[in-house]
């Protein structure tokens, strides 16, 4: 297993279209995050999924956003009709999280949108 | 949102000597853990401490938690210049059901020079 990995790395997108980020979370890993994170602040969460089922999500996120974990394996988030104002570092994370703890979470690289 | 808070936003220090960092946060907690971030890299998990422990080791790198103050501190002994990179506390808040999400504080940058 080589870790979580994130596609694509970098996106570039014009204004008003729609983009889908996928992540592949570490195998087994019940939990998987998404964060947004710009320059010089930390990670922002979006939302997260144990297993199959979205357990949280972020008042922040706009009804633009959208996430979905089929099976309980890869996840993918989607930004319809995206603004300048997404650009960001959209981060993944996966995580083998049992009761109510988290535990050590794993980072994928990322993937860098700019909505020109 | 942001649960957790870093202090200071940004620290310099010259090689050999500690760097502290401190993250203050808001509601109970499960656990405490810190991460690294090099510039333009994923995140790097460090070390997690629990609600019930309020220290823990690993290498040059110890952590305080005090969960009467709502406080955690990480010490990094005999910085090295490859300690430079942003550090992040996060919180596992303290939850009835299914856990909740990481929250994640703004971060404190750290510059080693040698």
């Known amino acids: 297993d080589t870790g979580v990995s994130q596609d694509p790395r970098h996106k570039i997108t014009k204004r008003g279209q729609n983009v889908t980020f996928r992540c592949d979370p570490i195998s087994e890993h019940n939990r998987l995050y998404w964060y947004r994170q710009t320059l010089g602040q930390g990670p922002e969460f979006l939302t997260y999924?144990?297993?199959?089922?979205?357990?949280?999500k972020s008042r922040l996120l706009s009804d633009r956003f959208s996430a979905e974990r089929p099976k309980g394996s890869f996840s993918t988030l989607e930004i319809q009709r995206t603004e300048q104002g997404d650009s960001a570092m959209y981060l993944c994370?996966?995580?083998?999280?049992?009761?109510?703890?988290?535990?050590?979470?794993?980072f994928g690289q990322g993937t860098r949108l700019t909505v020109v | 949102s942001q649960q957790g808070e870093e202090d200071p936003q940004a620290l310099s220090i010259q090689e050999g000597e500690n760097a502290t960092m401190n993250c203050s946060y808001k509601?109970?907690?499960?656990?405490l853990q810190w991460y690294r971030q090099n510039s333009g890299r994923g995140l790097v998990h460090l070390i997690l401490i629990r609600s019930n422990e309020r220290e823990k080791h690993s290498g040059r790198l110890r952590v305080t938690l005090d969960t009467s103050k709502k406080s955690s501190s990480l010490l990094i002994t005999a910085s090295r210049a490859a300690d430079t990179a942003s550090y992040f506390c996060?919180?596992?808040?303290?939850?009835?059901?299914?856990?909740?999400?990481?929250?994640f504080g703004k971060g404190t940058t750290l510059s080693v020079s040698s």
């Open positions: 999924f144990q297993n199959e089922a979205q357990l949280e």
């Open positions: 994370a996966s995580s083998a999280s049992h009761s109510t703890r988290n535990t050590e979470a794993f």
């Open positions: 509601t109970s907690i499960n656990n």
């Open positions: 996060a919180t596992d808040l303290l939850a009835n059901q299914a856990g909740t999400a990481l929250i």
